[in-house]
Each structure stands twice: as structure tokens, then as C-alpha cells.
């Protein structure tokens, strides 16, 4: 179906390719409209081919102390799980942390890319940027590149001028300020726990041991996450790292093997 | 000297851009402008021509803002200013769009100077024929600033300076005179700098003053007020470098 667009052309006449220099408004945007047979859902098609499902669990919040930032460390190709060792809190500046869900080159392309502008930003203007600038930046990127399958979705915790402060940005190019957000395939199970267990003023062991249940919780029942729990604080003096238990043991931890009353017992039978 | 004086892109052999000292002469014929940064408040002061009877004065603003907390003022030619403060305009949005803050005035200012450096560095071009002086209040901090920029794109912060005709006497007065102030205090400061070069009167000058809460233009009945001020002062003070041999 051809569609008319004579009414998206531009009445203006355009003088070859706009020089900055000589004119910050010149003609009137106009674009060209693909040719498809189904103009309003081939989109979506796309976007379902190119979308992997982000199979993971990371989680962070903001509590009276600062930040908590955590995630489980498995790697998974469909059924296979190619790793148990994946870093997936990335460390963007000595004062803001990133999580990773989703394309792991992706994650780490783009954060790379992010502290590389920050520091760029902290050089030019003199003064660090803010967690709020931080996120957009790397917002405003992933949605240049919306639809083309970029697969991320990351949480951006930070401590600045204002505070802590923790954003969930994702490559549809959404961007959302919050307290609490759990990410990836295992996040149902993580939100369930944190939700349960989530006080604003809780002390920093606290906070660290409810967002190392939350994650082991989510590993025990979803499959594309396990292998190590890591936890993360963002405090004024930025990140540290408190700690990275092996969720199997973790497991047994929480609930060790209660040897079991017997009732009776089996007795050697003597002779033949 | 005539060959290389033509292009903005050719040196001269003793180093010169003769087009961006010919832009500094354009900017040292046009009307002076004085600003005055106090403790909490900084003043900018306008050299007025008197207008013509038909005129709408208001149209003819010479102090504009940039944003809620920064504005400018500049001596040389206007027209080129149109098109500098239209463009600052759009980075200040632009700015508050992609990191969610205000600009500093030291940001903007750089985005100033690196817009006239650009046209004295490219071809066909010739470069802005205006110095800016650009107050404001950091966003958070709440620091008052002052900076100047020129055609050659150079900029840097300033507790008090003037550009434009008879800048180097108001330089020379304000460096004699200027102390820390704030308040009334440094927008008198600001106007006497002025009125050095100038005819007294509201009239002849146009004064904001920026603060915390935003910029205000005073009217000509308060810059009037102030000037009287200021005059009856200076009588005071002839009057008692005079009297004193007398007591003895």
C-alpha cells in the first residue's frame, strides 16, 4: 500500500547541505517513509526478532545510607550456561556503579562508553556530573540507537551533590528515576523478597543482607540466574564492594540440612 | 599589511589576525558596558544613546537574559549580538535537556567564546564584531560571576570590568575604587563606573541588577535616585577635603 506523503514534503527550498556556520534553522525536517506492505506493525516484528530475553537478576535501591546495588553473575545461552563468572555491576567512576541485563557486550560497550563522557565532563566542567547526567547521557544514546537490537537494560546508582541517586535506563530508550528496581529474568523473585523486606532506614548490613537474599532467592528459582551474588554500596565516599557469595552456599546458609529423626533404623542382618 | 589583512585565515608574519583586531576596534566604538560582581548580587550598567523621539526605548533592551539566572551585556555591534544570544539561548535549554541542570556561567560562557573562536577559524566567515560581559549564579552553589569574552574568543572571570568606549577609564576607575560590596552598594559601584564616561541620568543608562531570585532591570526614576546619590556624595566628600585646613 502506497501511501500518499506529498503532505510530508517540505514547501521550503533547501540551498545543498546546511552549513552550521551560516544557519541554525534552515529547511523544515522532513523524512522519507519505508516502503513496506504492512507500514504500522513491521516495527514491532523487528523488534521481536532482534529482542534476547535479559536472563539475569540484578537489583538496586536507595535507603537512608545510600545506595545497594547487587546482581548474580551467570551467563546463559539458551539452556547452556557458557558462564558462572560474569561481572555484571560495572564500575562507570569511583562513585557511580552500572548493572548489567541483557547483550553483555552491549552493557559493557556502553558503560565504558558513559565513564569515558564523564570523565570528559568532569575534565571540561570541573566539577563531577550528577547521577541525573549520567543517566541521560547514556539514555539519550541508547535511544539514538532504538531498534537497531541493542539489548540493555541497567540501573545507574550514583552519589552526588543531591545525594544518592539510582535510575533504570534501558535500550528502548526509557529512562525511569526510582528507589527500587530489579532487572532481568529473575527480578519477579528479587522483587518479591526486597518488597517483603525494604525499610528506609535500615543500617548498611541491613540493606546488604536483604539485597543478598533477594538475590539468591531469585537464583534458586529462576534457571538463567546463579553463580555468584555480588553486593555493591554507594555511599558519599562512592562504591565499595561488601561482598560475593557463591549462591549454592549461600543456599545452605539460609537453610542448612536439619539431619532428620529416624524412626527405625535398618539392622544388619546376621549370618546367611 | 593590506595583503593580510583581507582573509580571517592568514596570519600576518609578526603573528597578527588582523581581522579579529579590526573586530576589536569595532567593539571599542560601541557604547560602554561596566558589570560589578558583589558578595551577593552582580550589576551590569549599559551605556545608553540618547533615543531618538520616535523611538520605542523599551524595544531597544541592551541587558538580556539567557536563562532565569544568567544574562548579558555587550559592546560592539548588535546585530551580531542578535544572532550570539540566540544561540546561547538554545544551549542553555539544550543543556537543562541533556543533563537535567542549568548551566553554570562559566559553561555558557565557554560555549560564548568557543562560537566567536569557530569564526575566526573558518572560511568565508568574518568574525562576531561584539565583547560580551555574562552575569549569573551558579545553579546550587549560589557563587555570583562575571565573565568576558571577545571577538577572539578568549574569555575569563572578572570581579569588575568594563568593555566598549572609554573601557580602559572605567577599568582604571573601577580598579582604583573597587572593593568587596553587595547589595545597594555594588550597583552604585556599577553606576558611578559608569557614569565616569557618561552623561549623568537615567536617561543615558541602562542598569540590571541579578541576584538569587533572577534578573531586574531598574527604571529610570531608581537609576535617577541612585545617581543623585551619588552626586550629593561627591559634594560631601569635595566639601570635606575643603573644610578640613579650615578647622585647623
Known sequence: MKLDTSGLESAAPVWGAPSELVD?????????VPNTTDFDGFQKEAIQMVKPAKGTTTLAFIFKEGVMVAADSR????????????????E?????????????????????NLGIKCRLHELANKRRISVTGASKLLANILYSYRGMGLSVGTMIAGWDETGPGLYYVDSEGGRLKGMHFSVGSGSPYAYGVLDNGYRYDMSVEEAAELARRSIYHATFRDGASGGVASVYYVGPNGWKKLSGDDVGELHY???PVMPSTVEQEMVEVGGA | MARYDRAITVFSPDGHLFQVEYALEAVRKGNAAVGVRGTDIVVLGVEKKSAAKLQDSRSVRKIVNLD???????????????VLINRARIECQSHRLTVEDPVTVEYITRYIAGLQQKYTQS?????????TLIVGFDPYSGVPSLYQTDPSGTFSAWKANATGRNSNSIREFLEKNYKETSGQETVKLAIR????????????????VMTKEGLRQLDEAEIDAIAAEIEAEK?????AKKAPPKEK
Open chain 2, 123 to 131: 572560511g568565508g566567515v568574518r568574525p562576531f564584531g561584539l565583547s
Open chain 1, 253 to 255: 546458609e539460609y537453610y
Open chain 1, 75 to 90: 551467563a546463559s545461552m539458551g539452556g547452556y550456561i557458557s558462564s558462572q563468572s560474569v561481572k555484571k555491576i560495572i
Open chain 2, 235 to 239: 559634594e560631601a566628600t569635595e566639601a
Open chain 1, 92 to 112: 562507570i567512576n569511583p562513585y557511580m556503579l552500572g548493572t548489567m541485563a541483557g547483550g553483555a557486550a552491549d552493557c559493557q560497550f556502553w558503560h565504558r
Open chain 2, 68 to 82: 532565569d539566572h544568567i544574562a548579558l551585556a555587550c559592546a560592539g555591534l548588535k546585530a551580531d549580538a542578535r
Open chain 1, 24 to 32: 541554525g534553522f534552515s529547511a523544515a525536517p522532513s523524512f522519507e
Open chain 2, 193 to 208: 563606573a559608569l557614569l565616569e564616561v557618561v552623561e549623568s541620568g537615567g536617561k543615558n543608562i541602562e542598569v540590571a
